[in-house]
């Protein structure tokens, strides 16, 4: 999940935001639009259904991903679906780090990323 402090740049696509495992399971969700903890397993092979179900349990928790309840069956499971497309994931992540950096330098930061976007950076 998005925590400024685990952002890292020098890594390559969602990683740079997410963990391997989140990218993952969000690229998957963005694909299939609506799955079960078993079925990302069932598609993630080398991760155990422990670990599925915990990095979707942080995906929802942190607002990257619905989790909806389905009782139709025997037994009530949950439904994963994502919580917008890439660019809305995009959009959130943007509108955080740009929140931090006012945060911590002011609305300097807004004006430097008006003035890179002329410059065409």
């Known amino acids: 999940m998005?925590?400024?402090e685990r952002i890292s740049l020098d890594k390559e696509g969602l990683t740079k935001f997410f963990s391997p495992n989140e990218a993952r399971i969000l690229e998957l969700l963005w694909e299939k639009k609506k799955m079960t903890s078993p079925e990302i397993q069932q598609q993630?092979?080398?991760?155990?259904?422990?670990?599925?179900?915990?990095?979707?349990?942080?995906?929802?928790?942190s607002g990257f991903v619905n989790r909806t309840i389905d009782e139709t069956g025997p037994r009530v499971r949950y439904i994963y679906s994502p919580v917008g497309n890439r660019q809305k994931v995009g959009t959130k992540i943007c509108e955080k780090i740009i929140d931090c950096l006012v945060d911590t330098f002011g609305e300097s930061t807004v004006n430097t990323i008006g003035k890179s976007r002329k410059r065409g950076n």
């Open 2 to 4: 998005v925590k400024i």
């Open 44 to 61: 993630c092979k080398d991760l155990s259904l422990a670990c599925v179900a915990g990095t979707l349990d942080r995906l929802a928790k």
